[in-house]
Structures are given as C-alpha cells and as structure tokens.
C-alpha cells in the first residue's frame, strides 16, 4: 500500500471519527445528513482497507477498480447527505415527487456498493439475505402462497422506499449506529490506547490470578470489563485471549477449555452495563426507553452470566487439580492500582454522566474529553497529539463494520416493512406453535439463533426483532421484555454451533479443535440459555416490579443455577454420583421455575441436600 493510500485513509478515518465527535457535542444533523455521511465515509474506508479477494492481505496496494468504487460512492451517497431538507419533507411513493432518472440510477449504485462493502466485511450470508429480502419485495405479487403475498411494488416504488426515506437504508437502526454506537468506540479506541485493556487485565490477576483455577477467573473478570468497553464479542476475544488464553494453558487447562471460557467470557461483556454491545443501543431505541434503563436492567442477568460461568470453572479446577499462577507472579493489586488505576476514571465517569441524565451521546464526548485528560497523570498511558490521531483512526476503523452492517440490514427491514412480512411472520409463528406459549419462545429463540450464525450481533437482533418481537407482545410480553429476550438470544448465535464466531476465534487463539471446543461451549453454557426464557417468566430479573420480588428471584435463581452447574459437573464439595447429579439437576430446576410452590419444595430440597453433604462431609473427616 503507498504512502499516498495511507495518508488518504488517515485523513478519511479522522474526518469520519471527528465528525461524531463534533456532532456529540455541538449537536446532530438532520437524519439523512447525520446517517449518511457516516455512510459514504465506511464505504470508502472498507474500499480501501479491504481487498475482494479475502486472501489478499488488506495492506496490498489498492487496485484501480477500487478507486473506482470510492469516486462512485462520493456522489451517490453525497446526493443523500446534501438533499436532507428535500427528502425529509418531500412524499414518496407519490406521483407529486416521482423518482427522477438520476435517482434510480444512484439509488441502484449506493444499494450495490453498500452490498459489496458488506461482502468484503462480513461474507456472502447477510448480502444473501438482503439480496432475498430485495427480491420479495419485488417480486412477492407472484408468490402463490397468500400469506406471503402483497400488493404490487414497482422497482421504482422499492428504491424510492430503499433509498429515498428514512424506513430502507437511512432507518432508525442506521440513526442509532451513526449517532450513539460510534462514538462508543470511538471512546474505546480512546480507552485502548491509554492502555485500559492490559489495566483490567493486570487488575484481574492481583484479585484471583493466585486462585484455583485463577487463569479461568482472570478471563472471566477481564473479559467482563473491557467487554463491556469494546462491545464486540470476537474483538473481546482477541483483546483478552491474547494473554488469558495462553496462561490457562500453560497452567494445565485442556486448549478446547480455554478457549470456550475465553468466547464465552467474552460474549457475555456484551450485556455486561455501562457500555454492552452495539445492539443494547438500538434495542433502547426499538423498546423507547432510555439507554440507562437498558444498561440497569441488565445488570442482574450479566451476574448470573458471570456468575454461572465462574461456579463452572471452579468445579472444574477441583475436579482437575487446577491451580493459579505462582503467587510470585502474581501482581501487587497496590501496585496495579498505583500504576493504572486513574484509568478507571473515565469508565466512573461515563456511569456518572449516564446516571445524572446526561444523553448517551453527551456521556460518550465526556468520556473521551476525560480519557485524553486522565491518561496525562502518567508518562506510560499519556495520549499525546499522534496517539489521539491514531486512536481517531483506530475508532473510526472499528465501526465501518457496523455502520455497513446498519445499512445493509435497512434493505431486510424496510422490505420487512413496506410488505408487511414482519406481522405476516410473526402469525405464521403463532400458527405453527399452536397459540402454545412456550413453542412461541423457542421458535423465537431457534430463529435467533440460526438468522445470527456468521454475523455480528446487531445484524441478528435487527433481523429477528422485526418478527420475534411482534410475535412475544402479541402475547402479552411487555416490548421492553421481548426485545430483551431477542437481544439475550442474538448474543447466543455467537457460540452456537455450527457457525459459532466467538466459539471459532477462542479456538484458533488456543490451537484447538473447532468442534471439540464448541462442544465445551455448549456445556458451559447452561445459564447463558436458560437466562432469556427466565427474563420472560420472571421480569423482575431487570429490575421491573416489587424490590422483594426481585430479591427473592434473584436468590432462588442463583442457588438454582449452582445446583443445576453442579450437577453438569459432577461436582460440588466431592464428585457427585449419577442418582445425586440427577437429585441436584431436579432441585435447581424447581428452584428457578415461576411458581411459588414448585420454587418452595426446591428450597427444602435444597436445604437438605446441603445438610446432608455437609453431615457425609463431616463423617469423613472423623474418620
């Protein structure tokens, strides 16, 4: 790549990120304008720093076609960005404001550069989707089943609707990235930069490096935090494997092991509060609730995550004889805590803002604004001038991926929308189950799962939230619940096989089998599964209702999750035999289910079992 193709996409990246960052404090744009410059600035960036082929390493020089393609993008998605007054008050799909020639035919090319741009970021499978979604939008009126049937759409009516509003390309998913989620990692860039990552990481190690099985926990504790920074599950993954990942081995754990705990730690920082992933933003935008509400809300079921996650890996360092790393290695926490500890500052100060009411946006800039200034109190994580560019470009690399991906799935949803195929889904849905409750949650959850593998966790809530979601509140579920519930199962796609994108990047990492660490992804993931069909029957896991309500599910839940990953294991003070495993499995299942009496007979059950293991502990001692 020439020194020339570089300094174009520095000077690209930085305008990109400092126009987020202008915009989060003197004010956003009208829509189109502030959706799609971000836009035309992503497609030339991925134009740029990826090649067609995925082969071809993203540093060759940049073919011509490819510039091409960056002076195609330039006019037609600029026609968008400068005609913002026209289109937001101009009636489409009306003879009054017939699409014009040059808008067809730039309308044509923004859909398939933003279509290629997808392929080279994501591969074939959401360009597939969106290419389908574009085809029934189209051609629907001839499908002979009449549940999928509609009305009749000219290819001028679908690109007026596509790219010409604010329902196709430019919708409010687009508007939630290009507003809020940006700037989000741009201050993650920021905090990367200042060194948080290798912060968390060293603080993880002071707390239970020394601990049994302390490699496992120190992933859990780092992967929670700067995941809850990074807001991306296979960049998590590579942050945090990078070192946990080769310490679990070097201290006996099986390559398959570490790599399951590091993916599945790192998952779960996507719902770990102040930041989580990209999509909890757009779910606070589709639920209308303020993004802190979301971040509060998920503060209990991201415990149990990790809370779950760390029971297992402790069974499993005692059924193992796995210890932590020498206490000579370990960390000073004082010392941490001396060395970076005012790195924690800007975090604090983001949940100070987002508390005090400030919008995500005001809290984002502050952070940032605090991150620069609190990295000065030392030399080692000082952000000078040509650290603050690089993490500009940095940030604003970071999020081509889900700017593009906001965009392309605008093609799914708008066609989900101008046909009505989302309520017409969400009936069929209810019809296959049969009106039973439980087959709407599972065909909700399986279509999750499945419209996620291969893509990031926003393309998977967005696509399944159009039908999910209508199909859980005609039921009854609160939309607050139900996009909960979508977004919990979006995250799932990550680590379910067979395209399990978390499960593959922990495993390359550890020089595992893909198959045999997936297989240890599942078994370690028995709340992960469990967590959104709970969130249903049990609301008040976010905080919603009655504070006693919320205590005494909160306790039974937890109790019942150590029984049942107990059981899993086959282990809790000793090796449990298979009648006890079963005994363990049934009492943590009566302690989680919704009813106050089956929930009361797991407590008996519970207690006794405790006594008993305490009395055949006691026995043994004596002896």
């Known amino acids: 790549m020439s020194v020339f193709t570089k300094y174009v996409i520095r000077f690209v990246a930085v305008g990109m990120a400092s126009f987020h960052i202008y915009t989060a404090y003197f004010g956003t744009f009208y829509p189109y304008t502030q959706r799609s410059l971000p836009v035309m600035l992503a497609l030339i960036l991925t134009f740029l720093t990826k090649r067609t082929r995925k082969d071809t390493p993203d540093d060759a020089p940049v073919p011509f076609y490819d510039w091409v393609l960056v002076a195609l993008t330039i006019p037609v998605i600029g026609y968008v960005t400068f005609n913002s007054d026209y289109l937001a008050n101009r009636w489409p ?60 759409y000219t290819f001028e009516h679908m690109l007026d609707y596509m790219y010409l509003t604010d329902n196709g390309i430019w919708g409010v998913a687009l508007g939630v990235a290009a507003t809020y989620i940006v700037l989000f990692i741009i201050f993650g860039a920021f905090a990367e930069k200042a060194g948080v990552a290798e912060f968390f990481i060293d603080f993880s190690n002071s707390i239970a490096g020394h601990t049994m099985g302390g490699p496992a926990k120190v992933a859990i504790f780092s992967s929670a ?137 005001r809290a984002a800039f502050y952070a940032i604004f605090f991150t620069v200034v609190v990295s000065w109190l030392r030399k080692e994580t000082r952000i000078g001038p040509k650290e603050f560019i690089e993490a500009l470009e940095l940030g604003a690399k970071s999020s081509i991926l889900i700017i593009v991906t ?34 709407i949650l599972f065909l909700v959850g399986l279509a999750c799962i499945v419209l996620g593998m291969g893509m990031n966790t926003v393309a998977a809530y967005l696509l399944v939230s159009v ?68 969130i249903i029957f049990a609301p008040s896991l976010l905080l919603i209702g009655d504070p006693a309500a919320i205590a005494l599910n909160t ?69």
């Open 406 to 439: 906001c965009a392309t799935v605008g093609f799914v949803i708008g066609g989900f929308l101008i046909t009505g195929l989302g309520l017409n889904a969400s009936s069929a849905i209810i019809s296959v189950s049969g009106g039973n409750f439980i087959a």
């Open 555 to 623: 306790v039974a839940i937890t109790v019942g999750f150590i029984f049942i990953i107990s059981a899993i294991q086959g282990w809790a003070f000793a090796p449990l035999s298979l009648v006890i495993r079963l005994l363990y499995a049934i009492i943590g299942a009566c302690l989680i289910w919704p009813s106050l009496t089956v929930r009361t007979v797991g407590v008996v059950s519970a207690a006794v079992a405790i006594v008993l293991e305490l009395v055949k502990r006691r026995r043994a001692t004596a002896f």
């Open 93 to 152: 799909m009306t003879s009054t404001f017939p699409v014009t020639d040059l808008e067809l035919l730039f309308g044509t090319i923004a859909a398939l550069l933003i279509l290629e741009a997808t392929r080279r970021l994501l591969g074939w499978l959401l360009v597939i989707v969106a290419v389908v979604a574009l085809i029934y939008t189209y051609w629907g009126e001839h499908l002979p089943f009449l549940s999928l049937k509609h009305r009749v």
């Open 467 to 534: 039908v999910g979601v209508p199909a859980l509140t005609s039921q009854g579920i609160d939309l607050f619940v139900a996009n909960m519930f979508v977004f919990y199962f979006a995250l799932l796609s990550h680590i379910t096989p067979p395209v399990c994108l978390a499960i593959f990047a922990g495993a390359q990492i550890a020089g595992a089998g893909i198959w045999e660490t997936a297989f240890m992804g599942i078994k370690m993931s028995a709340v992960p599964y469990m967590l959104p069909f709970l």
């Open 225 to 361: 935090l700067i995941g809850s920074v990074t807001g991306s599950t296979v960049a998590n993954v590579y942050t945090t494997g990078q070192f946990t990942i080769p310490m679990m081995k070097r201290l006996g754990y099986k390559p398959s092991i570490a790599g399951a705990i590091e993916a599945l730690a790192s998952n779960g920082g996507q719902m770990m509060p102040p930041i989580m992933g990209a999509a909890a933003f757009i779910l606070a935008a589709y639920s209308g609730v303020p993004y802190i509400e979301v971040a509060i809300a998920s503060l209990i079921p991201a415990l149990l995550y990790f809370g779950g996650l760390f029971w297992f890996i402790h069974l499993e360092a005692h059924k193992t004889g796995l210890v932590g790393i020498p206490v000579e290695e370990k960390p000073s926490i004082m010392k941490v805590l001396l060395k970076g500890g005012h790195l924690v500052s800007p975090l604090l100060a983001l949940i100070g803002c987002l508390i005090y009411g400030f919008s995500p946006v």
